[in-house]
C-alpha cells in the first residue's frame, strides 16, 4: 500500500534519479532532542515545499531531516522501522494500515481538500462522472487515493466499477490520454492537468464530487508520540507554519525549494514547478482561507464508515484512535 499522491507529478522537474534524497539537520534549541526524519515519498517536487520553506526558515524547533524513499519503498516501511519518525500520507491510507495492524496517528493535516480529479480529453463527451459508463478509465493502480477517490465518485455518481473498463496503467496517465489509449484517467488537480497543459494537450478535468475521504496528513506513531511529544508538537507546528509560509509568498517557497528539487534554476522547469505550486497552495487551506493543520474527527469516522461500506476497510476504524489535534 502507497501513497500516490505526489508520485502523480512528474511535470519536467520530477524527471530525475529516484534514490532517497535527505536533508542536513535543522539547528535545535534542544540539544537533546531526538533526531525526527519525515518522510516525504518518492523524489523531491514543490508539493513538499512547506516542508523545505520550514526547514530554510528555521521553523522547526527540533532537529529534522527530511527523506524520500524513492519509488521502491512501501508507504510506511520505514516508519515501522524506525528509519522515518514521521510521514506524510492518506487519511485514507492510515485507515488500512491501521487495520493491517500499523501503530499510525495523523497529528495534522497537509492537503484539507481531496485532490483526485477525472481528466478527459477537451474534445471529450464525458463531462460528469456518470458520463464515464461503458468508457474505459486509466488509474495508477487499484491502491491509494486515486483508486479510493475513483471508487466513491462511481458510487456517489450511482455507478461502479463494473459500468467502466478500468486499465491498470501506472504513471503513464499523460501518454494514455494523449494516443487515446483510455477516455479518462484518474489523477490528481495539482499534476495531471498541468502535466497536459504543459504539453499543449487541450483536457479537461472533471470534479469528483464531496467524497467522504481525508487527504495527505502528517503522521507518526503512537509510540513515538507518547515517548516524544514535545518533538511531535515541534514537527507538527512547524509543518502548518511552513503550509502558512507557502500560501502567504509562494516565491519563497519556490526559491526554498531549489536547494532540494534539481533543476529549479532552469527557466523552463521553474514555470512548471511554479504552476504546479500555485495549484498545490489552495489545498493548504481551510475555506475562510486559514492554514491550521487541524483535523477533523466528524470527517474522519465519516471516511471510515465509507470506506467499510466500499469494502476498502473490513471494520471500522474510530478517529479517537487514527487522528489527534492534541500536537497542535
Not at 117 to 129: A, E, F, M, W
Not at 152 to 168: M, S
Request: aromatic share 6%; charged share 10%; glycine share 8%.
Amino acid at each position: 500500500m502507497r501513497t500516490r499522491l505526489f508520485a502523480a507529478a512528474v511535470i519536467l522537474l520530477m524527471l530525475v534519479g529516484c534514490s532517497p534524497v535527505a536533508s542536513p539537520a535543522t539547528p535545535s534549541s534542544s540539544a537533546s532532542a531526538p533526531p525526527a526524519v519525515i518522510g516525504l515519498t518518492y523524489i523531491p517536487n514543490v508539493q513538499f515545499s512547506p516542508f523545505y520553506l520550514a526547514v530554510a526558515q528555521k521553523l522547526y524547533s527540533t532537529p529534522v531531516t527530511l527523506r524520500h524513499h524513492g519509488t521502491s519503498e512501501g508507504l510506511f516501511t520505514a516508519i515501522t522501522t524506525g528509519t522515518e519518525q514521521f510521514v506524510v500520507a492518506g487519511g485514507d491510507e492510515v485507515l488500512q494500515a491501521r487495520e493491517q495492524g500499523t501503530d499510525l496517528v495523523a497529528v495534522a493535516s497537509y492537503y484539507r481538500k481531496y485532490p483526485v480529479r477525472i481528466i478527459v480529453p477537451g474534445d471529450s463527451t464525458i463531462s460528469s462522472i456518470a458520463d464515464l459508463k461503458g468508457h474505459t478509465v486509466g488509474i495508477p493502480g487499484k491502491y491509494g487515493e486515486t483508486w479510493f477517490g475513483f471508487l466513491l465518485a462511481l458510487k456517489g455518481a450511482g455507478l461502479t466499477v463494473n459500468d467502466v473498463n478500468v486499465q491498470e496503467i501506472g504513471y503513464t496517465q499523460q501518454a494514455a490520454l494523449a494516443t487515446k489509449k483510455v477516455d479518462a484517467i484518474v489523477g490528481f488537480v495539482n499534476s495531471e492537468p498541468i502535466q497536459l497543459q504543459a504539453a499543449g494537450i487541450p483536457a479537461k478535468v472533471i470534479d469528483i464530487g464531496d467524497v467522504p475521504l481525508v487527504s495527505i496528513c502528517l503522521v507518526t506513531t503512537h509510540a513515538y508520540a507518547t515517548a516524544h511529544p514535545d518533538v511531535v508538537k515541534a514537527v507538527a507546528k512547524g509543518t502548518v507554519a511552513g503550509m502558512q509560509g507557502v500560501v502567504a509568498n509562494q516565491d519563497a517557497a519556490l526559491q526554498a525549494s531549489k536547494a532540494y528539487v534539481p533543476g529549479l534554476t532552469d527557466p523552463a522547469t521553474a514555470k512548471g514547478a511554479k504552476a504546479v505550486l500555485a495549484a498545490t497552495a489552495p489545498l493548504f487551506q481551510n475555506a475562510d482561507g486559514t492554514v491550521t493543520g487541524t483535523l477533523d474527527a466528524s470527517a474522519w469516522d465519516a471516511m471510515s464508515t465509507a470506506m467499510v461500506a466500499a469494502g476498502l476497510l473490513k471494520a471500522p476504524q474510530p478517529s479517537s484512535t487514527a487522528m489527534t489535534n492534541a500536537y497542535l
